[in-house]
C-alpha cells in the first residue's frame, strides 16, 4: 500500500511540468531572483513538522493535517526571509489551477504544507500531494471566504514574486 501511494505522489509530481523537473520533485519553489529550489518526499520528510486540527469548507468534520510550515520551505529557499515578508506568492496545483496569497500569511498563520490528512498520506484524489492548510478553527478571522480561497490542494508549484 506504502509503495501504490509513493508512486502514485511521484507520478501526481511529474505532472506539475516546471521547466527540467525530476519525477520525484513534489514541489518547485522558484525565489525572488529566479532560482528554482525543488523539494522531493525526503526533503519535505526532514523539515519539523507541525499538526493542525480543524474543519474545512470541503470535508466533513474535524480533520487533522500535518506537514511542515509553509515558512520553513519558504525560508529553505531565501538568504534572508525579511526579503519575502511583503512578497506574494504565486501559486500552481496540478491541474493548473492558481492563486495568489500574500507571503506573511505564511509567518502570521502557521500554515502549513500539509502531507498527511487523519495520519494518511494525501493522494491526489485526497488533495495531495500538498495541500495549503491554515489553522481555520484556532482563529475566527480564518474562518471567511477570503482565506477559504488561499486552501490550494494539490500544490505543486510556488513562485516568490515581489
Same mark, same amino acid.
Given at each position: $500500500?506504502?509503495?501504490?501511494?509513493? +508512486?502514485?505522489?511521484?507520478?501526481?509530481? #511529474?505532472?506539475?511540468?516546471?521547466?527540467?523537473? #525530476? @519525477?520525484?520533485?513534489?514541489?518547485?519553489?522558484?525565489?525572488? !531572483?529566479?532560482?528554482? =529550489?525543488?523539494?522531493?518526499?525526503?526533503?519535505?520528510? !526532514?523539515?519539523?513538522?507541525?499538526?493542525?486540527?480543524? =474543519?474545512?469548507?470541503?470535508?466533513?468534520?474535524?480533520?487533522?493535517?500535518?506537514?511542515?510550515? +509553509?515558512?520553513?520551505?519558504?525560508?529553505?529557499?531565501?538568504?534572508?526571509?525579511? *526579503?519575502?515578508? @511583503?512578497? #506574494?506568492?504565486?501559486?500552481?496545483? +496540478?491541474?493548473?489551477?492558481?492563486?495568489?496569497?500574500?507571503?506573511?500569511?505564511?509567518? *502570521?498563520?502557521?500554515?502549513?504544507?500539509?502531507?498527511? $490528512?487523519?495520519?494518511?498520506?494525501? &493522494?491526489?484524489?485526497?488533495? !495531495?500531494?500538498?495541500?495549503?492548510?491554515?489553522?481555520?478553527?484556532? &482563529?475566527? *478571522?480564518?474562518?471567511?471566504?477570503?482565506?477559504? *480561497?488561499?486552501?490550494?490542494? @494539490?500544490?505543486?508549484?510556488?513562485?516568490?514574486?515581489?
Amino acid at each position: $500500500m506504502l509503495r501504490r501511494w509513493f +508512486l502514485a505522489g511521484a507520478m501526481a509530481a #511529474s505532472a506539475c511540468r516546471v521547466g527540467a523537473r #525530476s @519525477q520525484d520533485d513534489l514541489l518547485v519553489v522558484t525565489g525572488p !531572483g529566479g532560482q528554482r =529550489h525543488r523539494f522531493t518526499e525526503d526533503d519535505l520528510a !526532514g523539515f519539523d513538522w507541525h499538526r493542525i486540527a480543524t =474543519h474545512t469548507v470541503w470535508t466533513e468534520g474535524l480533520r487533522v493535517f500535518e506537514g511542515p510550515l +509553509l515558512r520553513d520551505v519558504l525560508a529553505a529557499c531565501v538568504a534572508d526571509t525579511a *526579503e519575502i515578508g @511583503q512578497a #506574494s506568492l504565486a501559486m500552481r496545483a +496540478l491541474n493548473d489551477f492558481r492563486i495568489d496569497m500574500p507571503a506573511r500569511d505564511a509567518w *502570521e498563520f502557521d500554515v502549513i504544507l500539509a502531507r498527511t $490528512m487523519d495520519g494518511a498520506p494525501m &493522494r491526489v484524489r485526497d488533495k !495531495g500531494p500538498l495541500w495549503v492548510v491554515y489553522p481555520r478553527d484556532d &482563529r475566527r *478571522e480564518l474562518q471567511t471566504a477570503l482565506y477559504d *480561497e488561499r486552501w490550494i490542494w @494539490q500544490l505543486c508549484e510556488i513562485q516568490i514574486t515581489a
